[in-house]
């Protein structure tokens, strides 16, 4: 090289681009191959590895020729949606470009074994291209299954928050399941607006799903059962458990605020007993 | 603002239309001390159902107007908490304990009318 050490960087860039788009199709077969061998091509049509394998090799070499990863992101993305959506697991994908990786990583040996200089060089143009295509990558992934489980998380959240009225002016709200605060808050809202709504006088709280209670959980009941009685309401709270009841007292949580019944059962009694509803058995 | 203060048989209903200002908040406070006894009322309703906030301040004087009025023989009840608002108070502990509330002006006036019939009084 005439031009001196300036222009060596983007003289080797220029030179590795054009090597790898060169070898394009013998190196991509190496890959598939070697991705064949480990498994990692399982669920996928001949096809799709020809397109899909294709597309990401020139990607890479995209991102090293124009110093931009604008389309590795881009291509990530989609790629992690499509990946998740079909049950690709991410040892498939990162393991992929791990052989990818590989395979581009060999064939810098094979070009410039004679000229250690130049060999490393290339490596030093070429690595951190590599770890940032693979970073961008295994973020995606991570990025595309956090958003599933949130996804997951919030169906959850709407199916397990009914407030179900058994009688005028009686809510009963079953909670199931372990209460974080974002779901606490939640069961809140729906609750009070239920109140008003449905101008109830009495909520049962029933908590016999509710497998552990911690101080802040009890603190958010004790905050329902206050914001409740703002708006005129009486909160009950029933199927605390002996294991639930016993490290509430534990922690010292203000127990006696909670108007707790035995079951839910006690609590509809307590509340026809408040709102003066009797039960009459008839005859037969 | 001046919240305007309405005599209704036994009672005395002030309605908040608006946020108040701390100064308002206190001038309701007044007025209504001053009122229940001019009118000898049994019992007051504050409908503050069309706030969406409600600060610290203005629960310190709801809370000193419900005791004023026991004081000077009135049972007080706060109407018309919304959702939004109830759910504000307890998260900064204004929790307006001891006071009697309700859903809005209809259950506040049941409310009184039940406890004015657990009197001695006629009816």
Request: aromatic share 6%; charged share 25%; with cysteine.
């Amino acid at each position: 090289m005439a031009n001196g050490t300036a222009a060596g960087g983007a003289n080797i860039t220029q030179e590795l681009v054009s090597n790898f788009k060169r070898e394009r199709d013998s190196l991509r077969r190496q890959w598939v191959a070697q991705m064949t061998a480990q498994d990692y091509l399982a669920g996928l049509t001949s096809e799709e590895i020809e397109s899909e394998s294709a597309t990401i090799y020139d990607t890479c070499v995209g991102c090293l020729e124009t110093g931009s990863y604008e389309g590795a992101e881009e291509y990530a993305l989609r790629m992690a949606e499509r990946g998740v959506l079909r049950g690709m697991t991410t040892e498939q994908i990162i393991g992929g470009l791990l052989v990818l990786r590989d395979v581009y990583g060999r064939s810098l040996f094979r070009w410039y074994q004679q000229d250690m200089q130049k060999l490393s060089g290339a490596l030093d143009t070429y690595e951190p291209v590599a770890n940032k295509i693979l970073a961008i990558v295994a973020l995606a992934f991570i990025q595309e299954k956090e958003r599933v489980v949130r996804q997951q998380q919030e169906a959850i959240r709407e199916l397990s928050t009914p407030v179900l009225q058994v009688r005028d002016k009686m809510l009963v709200l079953p909670i199931i399941g372990m209460i974080d605060s974002q779901r606490a808050r939640q069961l809140t809202e729906q609750l009070l607006i239920a109140v008003k709504e449905n101008r109830a006088k009495v909520v049962i709280v029933d908590v016999t799903g509710v497998p552990a209670v911690d101080s802040k959980v009890a603190n958010h009941l004790l905050q329902t059962i206050d914001a409740a009685r703002l708006m005129g309401a009486r909160a009950i709270i029933t199927g605390l458990s002996p294991d639930v009841a016993q490290a509430l007292v534990s922690i010292g949580v203000d127990v006696l605020r909670f108007n707790a019944v035995g079951n839910l059962q006690g609590g509809i009694e307590e509340a026809d007993r408040i709102l003066g509803y009797k039960i009459v058995v008839g005859p037969e | 603002m001046r919240v305007p203060i309405l005599k209704q048989h036994d009672f005395l209903i002030a309605s908040v239309q608006v946020g108040l200002i701390d100064a308002e908040w206190q001038q309701l406070r007044d007025d209504l001390s001053r009122k229940v006894g001019d009118y000898r009322s049994f019992g007051v309703i504050v409908d503050i159902s069309s706030l969406d906030v409600l600060d610290s301040y203005a629960t310190r004087t709801l809370r000193s107007i419900a005791y004023i009025a026991a004081l000077r023989g009135a049972k007080t009840v706060i109407v018309g908490i919304q959702p939004d608002v109830a759910y504000s108070m307890v998260r900064l502990g204004l929790t307006l304990e001891n006071i009697e509330t309700a859903l809005d002006l209809e259950d506040g006036l049941s409310i009184l009318s039940a406890a004015r019939k657990g009197g001695a009084g006629p009816e």
